[in-house]
């Protein structure tokens, strides 16, 4: 099966610090994609950022960027000038966990932002 | 234009009772997907649908759990003979197509609580 692993289960900064979340993937594919989305208390799941495995340059969005070791099978989100409204699970993400690019999650990092 | 939108938003149901989830994809969107996500199991992958088709009914936990499409639209997962185990958030998601590229959109999910 394939798994994605986030090994921080609640992390905690300071608004306007910058934050690292961890992600690491098994994989035997030499392409694919890998995402980052953000879940609010809303439940609603947010597409944060993505990857693509054969590009080497890393993804950037705004405040958030991505540092993708593809060596390593690890992508990690970086979050710069952290926000109050970054408060969230964030959930790293491959598809091929099940039929046609059903995505695989991992168990999700808590993000919480404080004032 | 309008996002991915689920009906209801909440639903109680006694242990043995059937019920339905529904599930409004962006339109134009051929590609949809449920999710489940619970407290114990994380977000795990149900089924996908191409069109009306399901080619892969394996990651529906299941005989009890059964999902369709019609008009390549909205779509439906139904549970038969609730168990107090099937409590969680259904999630639904619509992408554009197939493809791991391509972005998947998430509704705001049903809770489903079973007593």
């Known amino acids: 099966a394939q798994t994605v692993t986030q090994s921080q289960p609640e992390m905690s900064v300071q608004e306007a610090e910058t934050v690292t979340l961890s992600c690491t993937y098994d994989?035997?594919?030499?392409?694919?994609?890998l995402f980052w989305y953000k879940q609010p208390p809303s439940r609603q799941m947010i597409l944060v950022i993505r990857?693509?495995?054969?590009?080497?340059q890393n993804a950037t969005e705004n405040r958030f960027s991505v540092n993708f070791q593809k060596a390593a099978k690890s992508f990690s989100l970086k979050i710069s000038d952290s926000q109050l409204g970054d408060t969230a699970m964030y959930f790293c993400?491959?598809?091929?966990?099940?039929?046609?690019?059903?995505?695989?999650f991992g168990k999700g990092t808590h993000l919480i932002i404080q004032p | 234009g309008a996002g991915v939108s689920q009906s209801p938003s909440n639903k109680v149901t006694e242990k043995g009772k059937d019920v339905e989830l529904r599930c409004d994809p962006i339109?134009?969107?051929?590609?949809l997907y449920w999710y489940r996500q619970s407290l114990g199991q994380g977000l795990e992958f149900l089924i996908y649908?191409?069109?009306?088709?399901?080619?892969?009914k394996s990651g529906l936990p299941s005989d009890r759990f059964s999902a369709e499409r019609t008009g390549g639209s909205v779509s439906t997962l139904t549970i038969q003979r609730t168990q107090q185990e099937d409590s969680a958030v259904y999630l639904c998601?619509?992408?554009?197509?197939?493809?791991?590229?391509?972005?998947?959109?998430f509704g705001p999910g049903t809770r489903l609580t079973v007593t």
């Open positions: 998601a619509s992408s554009l197509d197939l493809g791991g590229f391509n972005e998947q959109y």
């Open positions: 994989t035997s594919e030499s392409n694919y994609y």
């Open positions: 990857q693509e495995a054969y590009k080497q």
């Open positions: 993400a491959r598809p091929g966990g099940g039929g046609a690019d059903g995505l695989t």
């Open positions: 339109s134009g969107h051929t590609a």
């Open positions: 649908f191409q069109g009306n088709s399901a080619p892969d």
